[in-house]
C-alpha cells in the first residue's frame, strides 16, 4: 500500500542551523514527491517537487529510491522558516489524488 | 491566491445535526477534493470529484457526503455530526491533466467544531 510518514512531529533548531525534514515513503514505481507548506494564518501551498529539482527559498529535497526517502533541506534555517510541512505523495491511478504524511512542524528559534 | 474560498469559515454545532460546508472555486479546475485536518494524522482525504456529478470517496469518508452540481462548487455534508468530526477542513482544487499539472491549491479552511 502506499504510504508517506514524516516520523517528527516536531522539529526544533535555532535560526542559522541546518534543518532536516525527514520523509519516507512506499510505493511502487517512479514516484513523483512533493512537499507543501502552511505558514501561519496562510494557506497551504506548494514548496517544492521532485521532478523540478528546484532549490525554493533555500530548500531541496532529493529523491532516495534506495532508502525510499525524500528529505527536505536547508543549511541554514529562517525564522521565517516556521512553519508545518507536509510531505506528499501521488496515488496510483491518473485522478490527480495525494496521499500526506502527518506532518512536521518545524520551529526556528532566535 | 488560486480563487477558492470557502463558508462558513468557522462552524460551531451540536451533535446530530446536519452541517454543509462549501467550497467554491473561480479557476475552473476539473478536480476538487476535500480533505481534513488532524494533530497526529496530518491530511486525509474524504471525498473528490473528477467533474460535474462525478465524485469517489477518499481514505475517511464514512458519515460524510458530496456533491458537485456546478464545475465551481463542491459541497461536503455531515448528515449527522459527531464529536468525532470536529476538525480543520481543507478544498483543494487541481487542473490535473498528468505530471506537472497535478499541484493542488487549497482553500483557507474551515474550523468546526461538534459539541
Known amino acids: 500500500a502506499q504510504r508517506v510518514t514524516q516520523p517528527e512531529k516536531l522539529l526544533s533548531v535555532f535560526k542559522g542551523a541546518p534543518v532536516e525534514l525527514k520523509c519516507n515513503y512506499s510505493?511502487?514505481?517512479?514516484?513523483?514527491l512533493f512537499w507543501y507548506v502552511q505558514y501561519s494564518r496562510q494557506r497551504l501551498q506548494l514548496l517544492l517537487r521532485?521532478?523540478s529539482r528546484e532549490s525554493i527559498k533555500g530548500f531541496t529535497a532529493d529523491l532516495n529510491k534506495g532508502e525510499t526517502s525524500f528529505h527536505l533541506k536547508k543549511p541554514f534555517a529562517q525564522e521565517e522558516d516556521s512553519a508545518m510541512y507536509y510531505c506528499?505523495?501521488?496515488?496510483?491511478?491518473?485522478?490527480?489524488?495525494?496521499?500526506f504524511g502527518q506532518g512536521t512542524t518545524l520551529q526556528v528559534k532566535p | 491566491d488560486a480563487g477558492i474560498t470557502q463558508s462558513p469559515r468557522h462552524k460551531v454545532t451540536e451533535t446530530g445535526t446536519p452541517v454543509t460546508l462549501r467550497c467554491h472555486q473561480t479557476?475552473?479546475?476539473?478536480?476538487m477534493y476535500w480533505y481534513r485536518q488532524d494533530p497526529g494524522h496530518g491530511l486525509r482525504l474524504i471525498h473528490y470529484?473528477?467533474?460535474?456529478?462525478?465524485?469517489d470517496k477518499g481514505e475517511v469518508s464514512d458519515g460524510y457526503s458530496v456533491s458537485r452540481s456546478k464545475t465551481e462548487d463542491f459541497l461536503l455534508t455531515l448528515e449527522s455530526a459527531t464529536s468525532s468530526q470536529t476538525s480543520v477542513y481543507f478544498c483543494?482544487?487541481?487542473?490535473?491533466?498528468?505530471?506537472?499539472?497535478?499541484?493542488?491549491?487549497f482553500g483557507p479552511g474551515t474550523r468546526l467544531t461538534v459539541l
Open positions: 483543494a482544487i487541481s487542473e490535473y491533466r498528468d505530471i506537472g499539472t497535478d499541484t493542488q491549491y
Open positions: 510505493y511502487s514505481g517512479s514516484p513523483e
Open positions: 521532485h521532478i
Open positions: 506528499a505523495l501521488p496515488c496510483s491511478g491518473n485522478t490527480g489524488k495525494l496521499i
Open positions: 479557476e475552473n479546475h476539473r478536480y
Open positions: 470529484s473528477y467533474g460535474v456529478k462525478d465524485t
